[in-house]
């Protein structure tokens, strides 16, 4: 190992440790100081600090608090930092000028003093050339253009204890046995963060244009949700002076992938983003019914349900949308003469020209929204040109002796609230029964519009009817926000209808997204997008295709790719076991058997089943033998301990490093559910099957 990597490595851990004792002294001093500083003005304000400078105190407070979790962000990432200070290298020479040495790690380390850099933040545009570069002739955009020069050199390291135990140069950028040392470790509750083994194609996703929607697309385990993280990480770095963590919304149809994700972005030194499901939707827009979520819809949609899937299938039919459409294009609004003291203020033909003189690109709330505005004005002209006039009839109707002014002002309020109900009650609010009119009028099945009046009058509503209904609130314009998030990021996009992306497109039209789809994994194709060009147009997105995949080994790998019907995405080389089949008659005492005989390094084993009936059943039989399992069977469920048994709609995006399959017979009545359930597995995967008599 050369001399001089050891003698870097201890200049850079030097810098660290003093780093981290002057980061820990502001810390405790600014701590200190904020406590002292409320605790005199609470003790000289003992009547809850009303008068005074209350405000401008608080403030001081906060802000050395807001220091005092910085400081403490900061220790997190230079503690890791302490034992792994870097893991790349990337020797540039830009035309024109000498060689410089790149180091790649998780932070920027710069001494303030002289200015040099240690540690490059693997976000910053040079370090693209690690991750997308090779030798020889290369280029990357910085913000004061595109700079070209020779790479000459790609170094990696691995440390253990804060001690460089390799180092190597690559031709290409990530080294495969890098790569195959990450991935043959432990799962994790959590999502790892990936920054050493970032993949060229990956990069190139993460790295996307800052301000376009882009649609990732690719096979299970190809990093798609990590590249997901690490590309909202990059954008909060390369945006930090327009962007912060509460303008990024993360969204998503399961609770526990939330759960999953979470951690990531502190572990790279940002702040959490916002998420929420998308049922949080229904209770933001439709606040008074309760409605049922996705995975109800899905299971019952996978165990047969013939008369739901008769429902679904009527409810997002693509002509009863067409039909919606039309309905919302002609629909009429409805407006009346508005008069006082027998004179016309506004007439209603007047309110109709003006709204139809606004453009019909706006939705039908923004143009009653501008209509009231314009409105507001004609009553003010009215109430100005008619003073006299008016004054003297409420004198004749009032006491001579009441002020005239006030009369006057409010009679003009008095009007002025009566136009607003007129116009904004235009279109109702609750656009509910406006969507039981439309389906009653286009459904031809009597019994299905009758069981809809039948939830509507319980207050209830299916996932379906709910969509159709929000899809009407948000086309009228009764879903716009005032601060609506810059970015969004949609994992497993290819498990939301087309209606739903429709919805989620009027409510952000403004917002850039970043949409993660395997467009196998649509377990039910009735309620997914398998379409990948109809789910970028929506967007406007542009696409990006990943063709490898990472996740399992490679016996595993090929073994679920039989399921798929022309495959054509590779399988990192790393070796492994094919997967155990087995044939019982136990099915719960064998996988019990089964798991207690997984390593005791394995974090991670889930039973996967098909629905969450199933996983229940099954539960009940496996808790037995094992009694710390955990059932995970909702949307709401979290991830916990060691073994968890969940059906496999609930287990998009998560992986195991063992996966046991205890009703394998099953798996050829729906291939898609076959490759879902088998690319789970990180390292073992256990079929069983009923024992033949």
């Not at 299938?313 to 629909?331: E, G, W």
């Not at 009653?368 to 109430?383: C, G, I, S, T, Y």
């Not at 070796?575 to 008659?585: D, I, L, M």
């Not at 094992?626 to 060691?642: E, M, Q, V, W």
């Amino acid at each position: 190992m050369e001399q001089n990597e050891q003698v870097y490595l201890q200049r850079v851990q030097s810098y660290i440790d003093s780093e981290i004792e002057r980061i820990t002294l502001l810390q405790k001093t600014q701590l200190r100081e904020a406590r002292s500083e409320g605790l005199d003005y609470s003790m000289s304000n003992p009547y809850g600090a009303i008068y005074g400078n209350a405000t401008e105190v608080q403030e001081a407070i906060e802000k050395k608090m807001e220091t005092v979790n910085r400081c403490l962000s900061d220790l997190d990432i230079l503690g890791r930092m302490r034992n792994a200070p870097y893991f790349g290298r990337v020797d540039f020479c830009e035309n024109g000028r000498s060689e410089e040495c790149f180091y790649v790690g998780l932070r920027s380390l710069t001494d303030t003093d002289s200015y040099f850099v240690y540690v490059y933040d693997w976000r910053t545009p040079v370090c693209s050339l690690f991750y997308a570069g090779e030798i020889g002739k290369a280029s990357y955009d910085a913000p004061m253009g595109t700079i070209e020069g020779e790479i000459t050199r790609i170094r990696q390291y691995q440390f253990e204890n804060g001690n460089l135990s390799a180092c190597w140069d690559a031709d290409l950028r990530i080294d495969d046995s890098v790569l195959r040392n990450v991935l043959s470790g432990a799962s994790g509750d959590r999502l790892k963060v990936i920054v050493c083994s970032i993949q060229r194609e990956q990069n190139r996703c993460i790295r996307f244009d800052t301000g376009k929607s882009l649609a990732v697309f690719g096979p299970a385990g190809c990093g798609k949700t990590s590249i997901g993280m690490h590309r909202l990480a990059w954008l909060l770095y390369e945006l930090r002076t327009s962007m912060v963590s509460k303008d990024i919304l993360l969204f998503t149809n399961n609770v526990a992938f939330l759960n999953y994700v979470s951690g990531v972005l502190p572990d790279l030194g940002e702040e959490e983003v916002r998420s929420c499901l998308f049922t949080s939707l229904f209770d933001l827009f439709l606040p008074d019914y309760d409605v049922s979520d996705y995975y109800e819809q899905a299971e019952a949609l996978l165990v047969g349900d013939a008369h739901r899937s008769h429902h679904v299938a009527t409810v997002y039919d693509p002509s009863f949308l067409a039909y919606v459409d039309r309905c919302l294009d002609l629909m009429n609004c409805r407006f009346r003469d508005v008069t006082v003291y027998g004179e016309t203020v506004l007439s209603a033909e007047a309110l109709q020209k003006r709204y139809d003189a606004f453009a019909s690109t706006l939705s039908v709330r923004a143009r009653l929204n501008l209509l009231f505005d314009w409105a507001k004005d004609e009553v003010d002209d009215f109430f100005i040109v008619n003073r006299i006039d008016l004054s003297k009839k409420l004198l004749e109707q009032y006491d001579i002796y009441d002020p005239v002014q006030k009369l006057m002002e409010n009679l003009k309020n008095s009007v002025l609230g009566n136009v607003e109900v007129m116009i904004r009650g235009a279109v109702a609010n609750d656009t509910v029964p406006l969507y039981y009119r439309f389906f009653r009028a286009w459904c031809k099945d009597k019994t299905l519009v009758d069981e809809l009046a039948h939830r509507m009058g319980n207050r209830m509503l299916l996932f379906e009817d709910a969509l159709m209904a929000l899809y009407i609130n948000a086309k009228l314009g009764g879903c716009e926000q005032e601060a609506p998030p810059v970015h969004i990021l949609l994992d497993e996009a290819q498990d939301f209808c087309v209606l739903q992306h429709k919805i989620l497109r009027l409510i952000y039209p403004k917002t850039v997204f970043t949409l993660l789809a395997d467009t196998n994994q649509a377990l039910v194709p009735q309620l997914n997008t398998t379409d990948e060009v109809q789910l970028a147009e929506i967007y406007g997105a542009r696409t990006m295709k990943l063709g490898k995949s990472y996740r399992a080994t490679k016996q595993l790998a090929e073994f679920s790719k039989q399921f798929l019907d022309g495959a054509d995405y590779e399988v990192f080389d790393r070796e492994g076991s094919e997967p155990f089949v087995y044939h019982t008659a136990n099915a719960a005492k064998k996988t019990a058997e089964i798991i207690g005989n997984t390593p005791d390094s394995f974090n991670s084993v889930c039973v996967l089943v098909n629905t969450a009936a199933d996983a229940a059943k099954f539960h009940k039989k496996l808790v037995r033998y094992i009694p710390d399992c955990i059932l995970a069977n909702t949307a709401h469920s979290k991830l916990g301990g060691r073994v968890t048994v969940m059906p496999v709609t609930l287990s998009k995006g998560l992986e195991f490093d063992a996966v046991v399959i205890p009703f394998a017979d099953t798996l050829e009545e729906n291939r898609r559910v076959a490759y879902m359930m088998t690319t789970r597995a990180l390292h073992e995967l256990h079929l069983l099957y009923k024992k033949k008599d």
